[in-house]
């Protein structure tokens, strides 16, 4: 599912814009850090607050996330489901290491925190430009 | 509706996401090329193009329930939700206003540093299409803790 053409727009250098949809069908967007490349069917996004997001996807687990690559402007649209989170172990580990580097290049350090990977699965993935 | 002009600046200027759903719960999303306030009416016209979005035009026109996004390079950042009034063709002078704005967002994101390639893949194009929604509420997004807190009623 995943290829090496889209890992560039997953190295964190560009923020992913997230949609869900709670179960009552509101929808709601917001920004992520982080879309890390766990396998080829799975990615992980930086749970950094407790928000919308979280309770949308505990009511209904698919969401929207827009990828862009900074090597060649391509963006994708990845349609994904949530499978767990992670609060500890390597994926957590690196993650929380690049999201204090990103913190610190944005002037964001102290607000930006990770609190868990979670992992969803990538159901399909559609270059969009 | 009465909204902050900071806000206003980031809503009309930032990078613009408008998302939706479907009515089996399916949530998506793309980019916007532009938007149009009315604070006499409390609406906002979002401006996309038709085939760049047909997921969200297609929602929009069924479950009728979007949510608009736009942030700035600093961070701040607000959502808007609300119910669709309409989804139909732009006029003249808001097709205008799309190509004001992509190149505008082309011309700040080569600033920061990226080639001009990089954004004209998304903004290089223009807007044929206006969502346009009631300012039902708006909500602050900026990283922090006021992020969540609704700014208007």
């Known amino acids: ?129 | 509706m009465e909204i902050p002009l900071n806000c206003q600046d980031v809503l009309l200027n930032g990078i613009q996401h408008v998302g939706s759903a479907s009515a089996d719960l399916l949530p998506s999303q793309n980019f916007a090329h532009g938007a149009r306030l009315n604070l006499t009416e409390s609406t906002l016209t979002i401006f996309v193009q038709k085939n760049f979005c047909k997921n969200v035009v297609r929602d929009s026109e069924t479950t009728k329930r979007v949510v608009f996004y736009s942030a700035v390079p600093s961070h701040e950042a607000y959502q808007v939700k609300g119910d669709v009034v309409s989804v139909a063709p732009l006029s003249e002078a808001d097709v205008s206003e799309s190509q004001q704005y992509c190149d505008q967002v082309i011309k700040t994101l080569t600033e920061l540093g990226l080639s001009p390639d990089i954004p004209k893949k998304i903004w290089g194009r223009v807007a044929d299409t206006g969502i346009t929604i009631e300012l039902e509420q708006i909500f602050n997004q900026t990283p922090g803790p006021e992020a969540g807190k609704p700014i208007s009623k």
């Not at chain 1, 928000?51 to 862009?68: C, G, H, L, Q």
């Not at chain 1, 999201?99 to 990770?114: C, D, P, Q, R, V």
């Open chain 1, 1 to 129: 599912m995943i290829k090496e053409e889209h890992l560039p727009a997953m190295q964190g250098l560009i923020p992913a814009c997230v949609t869900t949809c709670s179960a009552a069908g509101e929808p709601n967007a917001t920004v992520v850090s982080q879309v890390w490349y766990v396998d080829e069917e799975h990615v992980a996004l930086s749970h950094q607050f407790f928000n919308k997001t979280r309770r949308n996807i505990s009511e209904n687990p698919k969401a929207a996330v827009m990828i862009i690559s900074p090597e060649n402007g391509s963006a994708y649209d990845l349609t994904i489901s949530y499978e767990r989170t992670e609060t500890e172990g390597a994926l957590f580990d690196e993650m929380d290491m690049q999201l204090e580097a990103i913190a610190s290049m944005t002037g964001m350090s102290g607000i930006f925190k990770l609190l868990g990977a979670d992992i969803y699965k990538v159901e399909s993935i559609v270059q969009v430009a």
